[in-house]
């Protein structure tokens, strides 16, 4: 089972912080940083570690520590003051972990979990020919395939630009000139009371490409829905990637959205959708689709 971009652990030390014991959680996101645009992001020290527990350590036992970010490749662990709070986008990054801790002075993902279900295409059976095969926990309409990479069919190889941590499959939209699928889900309840007041947000993100200079594509809507089952807030649309964004290149490009999560919300619904414009075979690719709460 491949890893998704922001794949979440939460582990629970016991910190002594000078006289005070403390119980700190530490959401841990592997090969994933947060995105830094601005000249000023960067860490008030800087050490190296022999490990990432090291690393762990050297961020829990300085008060001004909110988030560690290790460099598996040299050792290296920055630590930051408020960077979530700045800069709440996570962008891939291989052999680097980042570390949020959880307690009363900091913020952090409060979901351990990708909360689309199959969004990475790993669940369930994949065609390894022409056959169409339905993706696993999505409703959809057409042809839409979970298919493995590497099958002349879908035109998307493991050796063309996209996820590092692609795993074996992937969803197409196989012969069908427009096909979709889609699932709703419902948040549990232990996050009302923070959805309505307005302290939550998500990231929202997906690989999408297609085939050459085909302009095949893929497309996915994120919506929001209240206890009545009417939708609330902006629909936000990650897509698609055309051919002239992928320089005429076979391949998956990541994007994705952050936004707040509207009160009153209490499930969502993630729909995607594949157009074809030209050829029999529908390319129009996505891999790793990923909705993360954090706050």
């Known amino acids: 089972m491949k890893s ?3 794949l979440s652990l939460s582990i629970v030390i016991n910190q002594s912080l000078a006289k005070n014991s403390h119980t700190i959680v530490l959401s841990i996101f592997y090969n994933a940083r947060y995105l830094c645009v601005d000249p000023q992001c960067s860490p008030f020290t800087t050490v190296v570690t022999p490990s990432l527990r090291s690393c762990q350590s050297a ?3 300085n008060t001004d520590c909110r988030t560690a970010i290790f460099d598996q490749s040299n050792h290296q662990c920055d630590l930051f003051i408020d960077i979530v709070r700045q800069y709440g986008q996570m962008i891939t990054n291989e052999n680097v972990v980042t570390m949020t801790a959880i307690d009363n002075r900091q913020l952090s993902a409060i979901s351990e979990r990708n909360w689309i279900m199959n969004g990475d295409a790993e669940t369930g059976p994949c065609a390894s020919d022409s056959s169409v095969v339905s ?3 999505w409703n959809h309409n057409g042809t839409v395939t979970q298919v493995y990479y590497n099958n002349p069919s879908s035109s998307q190889l493991t050796t063309d630009p996209g996820p590092s941590d692609r795993g074996n499959c992937h969803f197409y939209g196989q012969i069908s000139s427009t096909t ?6 419902n948040f549990t309840s232990y996050f009302y009371s923070l959805i309505d007041n307005l302290t939550v947000r998500f990231n929202f993100s997906a690989w999408i490409g297609g085939y050459s200079y085909q302009d095949d594509y893929a497309q996915v809507f994120l919506m929001f829905f209240n206890q009545s089952n009417q939708m609330i807030g902006n629909i936000t649309v990650i897509g698609p990637v055309r051919a002239s964004d992928r320089g005429d290149i076979t ?7 952050n936004g707040s999560v509207p009160s009153g919300t209490r499930s969502f619904e993630t729909f995607v959708q594949f157009i074809r414009t030209s050829g029999t075979y529908h390319n129009g690719a996505i891999d790793n689709i990923v909705l993360i709460l954090y706050k």
Request: with cysteine.
């Open 4 to 6: 998704i971009l922001l």
């Open 180 to 185: 979709t699928m889609w699932q709703k889900r």
């Open 135 to 137: 993706p696993t926990d």
């Open 59 to 61: 961020c829990l036992i």
């Open 251 to 257: 391949s998956l490009l990541f994007r994705q959205a």
